[in-house]
């Protein structure tokens, strides 16, 4: 299952070989990656599996996010 998520998770983000997960579950935990620009983002919460990719405050509004955080991830 969290091989899965981390695959999804790359596909999704403009530089996968950036990526720096922890805090990892199953289909959630927390991402840093850089931008189109070269920067790191800082870590971001993330729920991701082969159907979805949704990071906290990119593809999905901050309270939307918290919402399916509650349910899958705590």
């Known amino acids: 299952m969290e091989v899965d998520a981390k695959i999804a998770l790359k596909n999704f983000l ?3 070989d950036s990526a720096q997960i922890r805090n990892q579950h ?7 990656s850089k931008n189109s ?3 790191y983002t800082g870590f971001k919460r993330f729920i991701a599996s082969s159907a979805i990719v949704a990071i906290d405050g ?4 901050s309270s939307e ?3 399916v955080w509650e349910k899958f991830c705590t």
């Open 14 to 16: 403009k530089d996968p």
């Open 26 to 32: 199953g289909f959630c935990g927390e991402v840093n």
């Open 37 to 39: 620009f070269g920067g």
């Open 58 to 61: 990119e593809n999905m509004e």
């Open 65 to 67: 996010f918290q919402t």
